[in-house]
């Protein structure tokens, strides 16, 4: 079976600021990871995955990603946090070709002061 | 940028009766899903539907829950017979394909039981 957990219901960075949000999972074959970030009143837009092939990925808005198999991690960061990445983030994960069902975290929101 | 759309927005019945979620996916996607998010908590999988037939489906699509294709543009989620604790955030999202190909999220129907 496959699960998200992410670290930190609530993160708070100042601008320019790293930001660093916690993904671990699990998942009985080679997972497929995702970040999405939801805005206030608005659905799941994908930042980036991690399907095969290099453990860095790149996304939106400056932020990247990169699994560790050894630490089942997924952890998301953008160098420099900007006043209009405060939203929530979710992690989630697939388990493989066969599958379609995403199997999310339960998020964790990014405030970023001024 | 193509998106999934969602109607309406903001649905609010009495327990016990009926509602339908609409649903516009991508146009060439093949891929259909319904996922729901009770507040506060995660984002959970209800059902995937592929080539007019539900491919997967969660515990909590029970029989009070069906999905349907009705032309080659919509697909809806229908709860026959509603209950207080199906009060969430109803998500649609579509993908081309399974496994690693991200799905694309609508920005949900916010479902209010009375």
């Known amino acids: 079976a496959q699960s998200v957990t992410q670290l930190g219901s609530h993160v708070s960075v100042s601008e320019g600021a790293l930001v660093l949000l916690r993904c671990n999972y699990s998942?009985?074959?080679?997972?497929?990871l995702f970040w999405y970030v939801q805005y206030p009143n608005q659905g799941l837009q994908l930042l980036l995955k991690?399907?095969?092939?290099?453990?860095l990925v790149k996304g939106i808005n400056g932020f990247e990603a990169e699994f560790k198999k050894s630490e089942t991690s997924f952890h998301l960061t953008k160098p420099s946090a900007h006043m209009s990445d405060a939203a929530e983030y979710f992690c989630a994960v697939s388990a493989g070709n066969n599958f379609n069902k995403f199997y999310f975290g339960s998020g964790t929101k990014l405030n970023v002061k001024p | 940028e193509p998106e999934v759309t969602q109607t309406p927005s903001h649905q609010v019945t009495q327990m016990g009766q009926e509602v339908i979620l609409r649903c516009v996916p991508i146009?060439?996607?093949?891929?259909f899903y319904w996922y729901r998010q009770i507040l506060g908590q995660k984002v959970e999988f209800l059902v995937s539907f592929y080539n007019n037939e539900i491919s997967e489906k969660s515990e909590i699509f029970d029989d009070q829950f069906s999905v349907e294709r009705p032309d080659g543009s919509n697909f809806t989620l229908k709860i026959r017979s509603t209950k207080l604790e199906d009060s969430a955030m109803y998500f649609c999202a579509s993908s081309e394909g399974r496994g690693g190909q991200p799905q694309h999220f609508g920005d949900g129907t916010r479902l209010s039981i009375l």
């Open positions: 991690y399907t095969t092939g290099a453990t």
């Open positions: 998942s009985s074959v080679p997972p497929y």
């Open positions: 146009s060439n996607h093949l891929y």
